[in-house]
Nanobody
Framework: VQLQASGGGVGQAGGSLRLSCTASGSDFSSNAVGWYRQAPGNRRGLVATLTEDNESGYADSVKGRFTISRDNAKNTVYLQMNSPKPEDTAVYYC??????WGQGTQVTVSS
C-alpha cells in the first residue's frame, strides 16, 4: 500500500489550497481516511477524518474552513483548505486505516 500526497506549496492567507492523496495497492472507498499535520516543534495532530461511511470529523481549529472528501473512482482523498491562516503552515500527511501514511506535503501560508 502506497499513499502519494500532492498539492502542497505556498498559499495566501484567505485564499484556498487543495491537497490530494492517491492510493496504490489499496482501496480508499471501504476504509477510514484522514489528514494530519505537523508543524516544526509540534507533534503530529489530526486535521480531518472521513469514515468508511463518509462521516467527517475535524479539528476545532479547521472546522468551517477545511473539507475532506474522497473520489472512489480515482482512489483519491482530498483536503480542501479555504481561508487558510499562517498557523495552518505545516507538513500535511494523508492516512488510511489502519496505519498507512503518505510521505507528507509542505503547506506554507503567508500573511
Amino acid at each position: 500500500v502506497q499513499l502519494q500526497a500532492s498539492g502542497g506549496g505556498v498559499g495566501q492567507a484567505g485564499g484556498s489550497l487543495r491537497l490530494s492523496c492517491t492510493a496504490s495497492g489499496s482501496d480508499f472507498s471501504s476504509n477510514a481516511v484522514g489528514w494530519y499535520r505537523q508543524a516544526p516543534g509540534n507533534r503530529r495532530g489530526l486535521v480531518a477524518t472521513l469514515t468508511e461511511d463518509n462521516e467527517s470529523g475535524y479539528a476545532d481549529s479547521v472546522k468551517g474552513r477545511f473539507t475532506i472528501s474522497r473520489d472512489n473512482a480515482k482512489n483519491t482523498v482530498y483536503l480542501q483548505m479555504n481561508s487558510p491562516k499562517p498557523e495552518d503552515t505545516a507538513v500535511y500527511y494523508c492516512w488510511r486505516f489502519f496505519n498507512y501514511w503518505g510521505q507528507g506535503t509542505q503547506v506554507t501560508v503567508s500573511s
